[in-house]
């Protein structure tokens, strides 16, 4: 049983490079969601989607596109990476917005320089 | 909007004492959910409890149970008998009618020998 999974665990990137975070979930999920964590702070959202072909932004989404063309998959492109974009990233999914706990994914360490 | 609230950076507690983490909320919604999650030093997102705002009992999960005070609005996990293993960041969360989980800035707590 899989769970969440997140690829790269870690990752350097160069300013301005651009990258691509992957998450997929076998769950049958409809919601999944990417949370940023900057250190000793708590979860920001970045994007969410409520299901395939449906994304909206949360309340970090600048610098970030989603895409959503399956159930599984939910990856997270920067674009333009800045120094700002240095966190680590978690990929989570959940069953409805209704109030079943979220699993999420081991998470991704990214660093910007 | 929904916002959390844990106002104790960190905490410190003997092995086999009991402890409080703190956790208030915000919300206009009248039915929302209450999640703890535990986050160890290898940076993973654990989940470990979960109370329905219409809950009538205070929920409990083995060593972990949540003090569930509607009317003041606080939702606070109480580990009991502490061990080392719980040495970890704790985050409390919440979501409530159609939004998606927001966290607070989390509790580092460590407990010693």
């Known amino acids: 049983n899989a769970g969440v999974t997140q690829t790269p665990k870690f990752r350097i990137l160069k300013i301005g490079q651009s990258m691509t975070l992957q998450c997929t979930q076998d769950?049958?999920?409809?919601?999944m969601y990417w949370y940023r964590q900057d250190p000793g702070m708590g979860l920001k959202l970045i994007y969410y989607?409520?299901?395939?072909?449906?994304?909206d932004k949360g309340e970090v989404p600048n610098g970030y596109n989603v895409s959503r063309s399956t159930t599984e998959d939910f990856p997270l492109r920067l674009e333009l990476a800045a120094p700002s974009q240095t966190s680590v990233y978690f990929c989570?999914?959940?069953?409805?917005?209704?109030?079943?706990?979220?699993?999420f994914g081991q998470g991704t360490r990214l660093t910007v320089v | 909007a929904q916002k959390i609230t844990q106002t104790q950076p960190g905490m410190f507690v003997q092995e086999k004492e009991a402890v409080t983490l703190d956790c208030t909320y915000d919300t206009s919604d009248q039915s929302y959910g209450l999640f703890w999650y535990k986050q160890p030093s290898s940076g993973e997102m654990i989940f470990l409890i979960y109370?329905?705002?219409?809950?009538?009992q205070n929920a409990t999960e083995g060593r972990y149970s949540l003090n569930f005070q509607k009317a003041r609005k606080s939702a606070n996990l109480v580990i009991s008998a502490s061990q080392l293993g719980d040495s970890a960041m704790y985050f409390c969360a919440m979501r409530s009618g159609y939004s998606t989980l927001t966290f607070g800035k989390g509790t580092m707590l460590l407990v010693s020998p």
């Open positions: 989570a999914s959940s069953y409805t917005v209704g109030y079943t706990e979220a699993f």
């Open positions: 769950m049958n999920h409809n919601y």
């Open positions: 109370q329905g705002s219409y809950d009538e």
């Open positions: 989607s409520v299901g395939a072909g449906i994304t």
